[in-house]
Nanobody, 127 residues
């Protein structure tokens, strides 16, 4: 059974870096979309970055392009989000998510198609 567990959040000053990790102990190797989403207090959950495990193609939200990198380590069954040049507006709870097995190849950066979610890890960026 898919079970997503995030780690790596914390507090950092503006301009700093963090790397988030998402472990999936139940991953069977089927092709699917995986992604990182975030939600700040009083705001809707938004897509940060997505990755298709079939070809490792990626999509990023406009606000993080050029600063964040999503990647997958198959040997560890882990999804990572490297966050550089962090800004106070990046402060949010960050969630790892995965779809059911999917062969389409396009991973929309919207929460709706994602079936599995982790509990989240807090990222706080101070100015």
């Amino acid at each position: 059974q898919v079970q997503l567990v995030e780690s790596g959040g914390g507090s950092v000053q503006a301009g700093g870096s963090l790397r988030l990790s998402c472990a999936d102990a139940g991953y069977t190797g089927s092709r699917r979309c995986m992604g990182w989403f975030r939600q700040a207090p009083g705001k809707e959950r938004e897509g940060v970055a997505t990755l298709y495990t079939g070809d490792r193609s990626t999509l990023y939200g406009d606000s993080v392009k050029g600063r964040f990198t999503i990647y997958l380590d198959n040997s560890e069954n882990r999804l990572y989000l490297q966050m550089n040049s962090l800004k106070p507006e990046d402060t949010a709870m960050y969630y790892c998510a995965a779809t059911l097995p999917y062969s389409g190849g396009y991973c929309v950066p919207s929460p709706h198609p994602y079936h599995y979610w982790g509990q989240g890890t807090q990222v706080t960026v101070s100015s």
